[in-house]
């Protein structure tokens, strides 16, 4: 895989998260964004961690998977759906993971969804209205803080420095674009009581007179969720094999625990989990590599 196509399956798969997220109002994603992301460029990977620390590097991206995913069903409306849909997502992703690199397959995804939401906001712009897009104090999305966190893991994919810092750049203008949309066309008090105000301010678009864009929202992030889901699968799966375990155990036991967790409706009972993702993908990864410096410097 490509420095390319890890960039386009990254953004591909923050786009989901951003837009369940955008109900916090563009100030807020701004805020989040140029608070969090920069966490993302600090020195310091998981490699060389102790096999307890990767273990619970892994039980981390499990709590993150089951606090993030559950927001697919919610472009579906159906009984269950913030079950079944994002079971079956990572079940896909470890299928799909299973047979061929799914990183190649969000790859090829990735074009067609980017496409979807430029679509999308494209209709969507044309009905912001400049007077709602005051910089309201809205309380942040409980899965906000979370979603500027998860790009960390991409050094497990050891992304090339320059190329991070401008994939990371797009995360916080589409962050911010997506905030201006909802927000300029639902206001702020419409978005704040809304689950998934993304997908409202959508279902009132239309192509002329002819038909509502629900299908094409839907679709375009259910691909979205997909690349999310197989991101933070592959991320399970590279801790537990960095662990010691092997490659298929590693992606059962992630997919299964996700779903598991999912099913159990482990998100009601998360908060704390974006506390653990800044100490475990943040801070005990730069405090190995200062270790790991000083004794490097000690040795030469």
């Given at each position: 895989m490509n420095s390319r196509q890890k960039n386009a399956w990254l953004l591909t798969a923050m786009m989901a998260p951003l837009a369940h997220a955008a109900g916090a109002?563009?100030?807020?994603?701004?805020?989040?964004?140029?608070?969090?992301?920069?966490?993302?460029?600090?020195?310091?990977?998981?490699?060389?961690?102790?096999?307890?620390?990767?273990?619970?590097?892994?039980?981390?991206?499990?709590?993150?998977?089951?606090?993030?995913?559950?927001?697919?069903?919610?472009?579906?409306?159906?009984?269950?759906?913030?079950?079944?849909?994002?079971?079956?997502?990572?079940?896909?992703a470890g299928l799909t993971e299973n047979v061929r690199r799914g990183s190649n397959v969000a790859g090829v995804l990735c074009w067609m969804t980017m496409g979807l939401f430029l679509f999308i906001s494209y209709m969507g712009i044309q009905g912001v209205h400049l007077e709602w897009l005051k910089p309201e104090p809205i309380p942040w999305n409980q899965t906000l803080m979370l979603t500027m966190l998860v790009p960390r893991l991409a050094l497990l994919w050891e992304m090339p420095r320059k190329k991070s810092e401008a994939t990371y750049l797009w995360?916080?203008?589409?962050?911010?674009?997506?905030?201006?949309?909802?927000?300029?066309?639902?206001?702020?008090?419409?978005?704040?009581?809304?689950?998934?105000?993304?997908?409202?301010?959508?279902?009132?678009?239309?192509?002329?007179s002819l038909s509502r864009l629900e299908p094409v929202v839907s679709l375009a992030l259910t691909f979205s969720w997909f690349c999310l889901s197989l991101y933070l699968v592959m991320a399970g799966k590279s801790?537990?094999?960095?662990?010691?375990?092997?490659?298929?155990?590693?992606?059962?036991?992630?997919?299964?625990?996700?779903?598991?967790?999912?099913?159990?409706?482990?998100?009601?009972?998360?908060?704390?989990?974006?506390?653990?993702?800044?100490?475990?993908?943040?801070?005990?990864?730069?405090?190995?590599?200062?270790?790991?410096?000083?004794k490097d410097e000690k040795s030469g």
């Open positions: 109002g563009w100030l807020s994603m701004t805020l989040a964004a140029g608070a969090l992301l920069p966490f993302s460029l600090l020195p310091g990977g998981f490699e060389g961690l102790s096999k307890p620390v990767l273990w619970l590097e892994w039980g981390s991206v499990v709590l993150a998977a089951a606090l993030l995913m559950p927001a697919s069903g919610a472009y579906w409306p159906a009984r269950a759906s913030e079950i079944a849909i994002p079971v079956t997502l990572l079940v896909l995360i916080g203008v589409i962050g911010l674009f997506l905030g201006i949309l909802v927000q300029g066309n639902l206001s702020v008090q419409v978005a704040q009581a809304e689950e998934a105000p993304f997908y409202l301010m959508a279902r009132s678009l239309r192509m002329g801790f537990l094999r960095m662990a010691g375990e092997g490659s298929k155990p590693a992606l059962w036991g992630t997919v299964g625990a996700m779903c598991g967790a999912i099913a159990f409706n482990m998100q009601d009972r998360l908060r704390i989990v974006q506390i653990a993702a800044v100490i475990l993908w943040i801070v005990m990864p730069c405090l190995h590599f200062q270790k790991r410096s000083k």
